[in-house]
T-cell receptor, first 111, second 114 residues
Framework: KQEVTQIPAALSVPEGENLVLNCSFT??????LQWFRQDPGKGLTSLLL?????REQTSGRLNASLDKSSGRSTLYIAASQPGDSATYLC??????????FGTGTSLTVIP | GAGVSQSPSNKVTEKGKDVELRCDPI?????LYWYRQRLGQGLEFLIY????????KSGLPSDRFSAERTGESVSTLTIQRTQQEDSAVYLC????????????FGPGTRLTVL
């Protein structure tokens, strides 16, 4: 069974700082990987989807990379803002159907 | 509809009672997923529907859990004889089709079993 780990569990940074969130997975035979954000009391919002054949995806200030051979993905957030405060979840799928989620990184951006 | 909706948003029930949770996916989405998120833990996959194919039930934790979906519309997740460990947020997601597309999540149903 795929196991997904996210480090750190919590992170607090001053506004404007660049930061990196880490995700590791045990089975490198993945179909795709997604990064989500979860705001309190709300559902998940998809940020970036990386197919197994891709190395990275970018959306605005966000950049996600994928290294299948080492079982790692990183989410880079540039010039962080208070509105980026949320829990960030990494999810991995081996088949495209069933997703395995990490426990998330709780990010606080201090104004 | 604009997004995935779920009802009720909150449900408090007594141990041993049955509960039914509802999910309305985005219109036209053929794939629908149910997840459970216990406090302080990651999301656990429960069940997956793709069109009219047999659902993937491999994540259901016990036979007290069941789910139905009629065609490509509403889905209901039923928990029979609820236990305190069933307390969690139950999230539903849909996607246009499985695998290649992103999943769109509903706001969840917070279930509390007393």
């Amino acid at each position: 069974k795929q196991e997904v780990t996210q480090i750190p569990a919590a992170l607090s940074v001053p506004e404007g700082e660049n930061l990196v969130l880490n995700c590791s997975f045990t089975d490198s035979a993945i179909y795709n990987l997604q990064w989500f954000r979860q705001d309190p009391g709300k559902g998940l919002t998809s940020l970036l989807l990386i197919q197994s054949s891709q190395r990275e995806q970018t959306s605005g200030r966000l950049n996600a990379s994928l290294d299948k051979s080492s079982g790692r993905s990183t989410l880079y957030i540039a010039a962080s803002q208070p509105g980026d405060s949320a829990t960030y979840l990494c999810a991995v799928s081996n088949t495209g159907n069933q997703f395995y989620f990490g426990t998330g990184t709780s990010l606080t951006v201090i104004p | 509809g604009a997004g995935v909706s779920q009802s009720p948003s909150n449900k408090v029930t007594e141990k041993g009672k049955d509960v039914e949770l509802r999910c309305d996916p985005i219109s036209g989405h053929t794939a629908l997923y149910w997840y459970r998120q216990r406090l302080g833990q990651g999301l656990e996959f429960l069940i997956y529907f793709q069109g009219n194919s047999a659902p993937d039930k491999s994540g259901l934790p016990s036979d007290r859990f069941s789910a139905e979906r009629t065609g490509e519309s509403v889905s209901t997740l039923t928990i029979q004889r609820t236990q305190q460990e069933d307390s969690a947020v139950y999230l539903c997601a849909s996607s246009l089709y499985a695998g290649a597309d992103t999943q769109y999540f509903g706001p969840g149903t917070r279930l509390t079993v007393l």
